[in-house]
């Protein structure tokens, strides 16, 4: 590779970055989406979910993921179905009380 191809990119100054280092200093220790201390997130948090699962049953939307994975993954038609029909399960269950309990860090023993 020769030297004619590369861009320079000029340093950037303390000035530059002073904005940001002031933005991050304005957000709180625990974050702004910290459900704990937010606990209307709580209800966003599953509504979007509710709402990612309903979207997921439209075919049209369905078969654009399943496209989106075959085009990452060799994976059949039928196998990437099933990876989004998972995908769906796993947002209508999520979109109860899974939120709330995610918070809680409260750990169900799985298969490994």
């Given at each position: 590779m020769t030297g004619k191809h590369l861009v320079s990119i000029p340093d950037t100054q303390i000035s530059e970055s002073q904005p940001f280092i002031?933005?991050?200093?304005?957000?709180?220790?625990?974050?702004?989406?910290?459900?704990?201390?937010?606990?209307?997130?709580?209800?966003?948090?599953?509504?979007?979910?509710?709402?990612?699962?309903?979207?997921?049953?439209?075919?049209?939307?369905f078969q654009y993921f399943v496209s989106l994975i075959q085009k990452s993954v060799p994976k059949s038609n039928a196998q990437a179905s099933a990876c989004v029909k998972v995908t769906r399960a796993f947002f209508e269950n999520f979109s109860g009380d899974n939120v709330r309990f995610a918070a809680e860090a409260f750990q169900m023993p799985g298969d490994h």
């Open positions: 002031d933005s991050l200093s304005s957000v709180p220790r625990h974050g702004l989406h910290n459900p704990i201390k937010n606990k209307e997130r709580y209800l966003m948090l599953g509504a979007v979910c509710q709402k990612t699962a309903e979207v997921l049953h439209d075919p049209e939307v």
